[in-house]
């Protein structure tokens, strides 16, 4: 491992020094995996190391690209896997901070506006299971706030991580009857359902509801997900809302209790002068 030359910057965050002699050596195997996943490589051992340690800053993602001789997509898709892992978190204006040294197969959400909410959607990678028209229970009529019997849209798809076989999330979904031609695409583009919504209907997104609720997992989830009935979950239900505050889409998303942490910043406005 080749000595990094580090200076803190007035933000608070760790420079590399332009210096070439700095730059990390890429695992021997380099050649053999995409680009990402060798600086994601570099950056596990780095951090296993004590190179970064726990609570320090990463170097910010200009002088990655320059340590790694690589692009900004391929250095920022590195450090998206260091998230998911759970090993880093990302925060607008303070950077990228080391959260632990062993990585976990734990889903971590970070979101502080709607467009990393949508960020984050267009990180994970589906597999859809069911897409068909149903008429909704009176309990789901309640949900969706629209009468028993009416046809909505059903999908339902689990999410998976790169390179694990077990699923970290099942998602049921409802799409509203104005929009349920998106069907013929759930799958096979790949875009965020809401996204594509959006495009295929020129309606905006303009307000999403976030509810969240600890419940056992059972049946046909539970089996979906390769867990145990009666293991404890971790539920986040989103509404989509458009214009006039009209519902478009709902998502039931489950996760396994050890699979899921969600992490939210809070920033108080000043005050008024």
Partial sequence: MKKHTEAVASDGETHLDD??????????????????????????????DGVYPVGALLPPELALCRQYDASRHTVREAVRMLAESGM???RAGVGTRVETTRATTRYTQQISKL??????????TLQVNLVRM???????????????????????AIKLLQGQNAPVAHSEVYVHPDYSAVRSDVGKVK??????????????????KQEFSATPIKGETARALKVKPGTPGF??????????ETLMLVTITTFP?????????????????
């Fill in 19 to 48: 210096d070439p002699h700095t730059r990390d050596d890429l695992p021997a195997d380099d050649t053999a995996a995409p680009r990402y996943k060798a600086i994601y490589q570099a950056l596990l051992k780095n951090i296993r």
């Fill in 88 to 90: 880093v978190s990302r």
């Fill in 115 to 124: 467009a990393d909410l949508f960020q984050y959607i267009a990180h994970a």
């Fill in 134 to 156: 149903v008429r909704v229970s009176a309990r789901t009529a309640e949900m969706l706030s629209c009468a028993a019997g009416s046809e909505w849209l059903r999908i339902i």
């Fill in 191 to 208: 875009l965020p359902l809401s996204l594509l919504i959006e495009q295929k209907f020129s309606r905006r997104i303009l307000e999403v």
């Fill in 235 to 244: 539920v986040i239900t989103r509404k989509y809302y458009g214009e006039k």
């Fill in 257 to 273: 209790y050890k699979k899921m942490k969600y992490s939210m910043s809070l920033r108080f406005d000043p005050p008024a002068a």
